[in-house]
């Protein structure tokens, strides 16, 4: 199995991966934060099918998005110490992402698949 390169750095990447999230989520609950970071990671959902769209870098387009949402919801949450700013934000966000890739018709169904669950294999 690791007599191929992109195997094996798709196992590496995947443990480091996995050790530095172990790590962080330890502080994302003592923070009370878990809904927070699991909204972000459905928003940079929108992030990569917008930057697919616009044909730049996923990684730079999920950086962006998540930078975006995480302005507004630490703007709305400084008045409202609840979860709707943070569903109103992903709801927001999740449909146009959708948007971004009913636009995106001339991509490849396998690129679409890509975007919504990502490929360790291309690492």
Request: aromatic share 12%; hydrophobic share 50%; glycine share 8%.
């Amino acid at each position: 199995m690791f007599e191929h390169k992109f195997m094996l750095m798709a196992f590496v990447n995947g443990s480091i991966v996995a050790l530095i999230c172990g790590v962080m989520s330890f502080f994302v609950v003592i923070r009370k934060a878990a809904f927070t970071s699991h909204s972000l990671s459905h928003i940079s959902f929108t992030g990569a099918s917008g930057a697919s769209l616009l044909g730049f870098s996923s990684m730079l387009g999920q950086m962006i998005s998540n930078s975006i949402a995480a302005i507004i919801i630490a703007t709305i949450n400084k008045s409202e110490k609840n979860d709707t700013a943070i569903s109103v934000c992903v709801s927001f966000f999740m449909g146009i992402g959708s948007y971004f890739l009913f636009l995106q018709r001339s991509g490849s169904p396998r690129l679409i698949i890509d975007i919504l669950f990502g490929n360790i294999l291309s690492t």
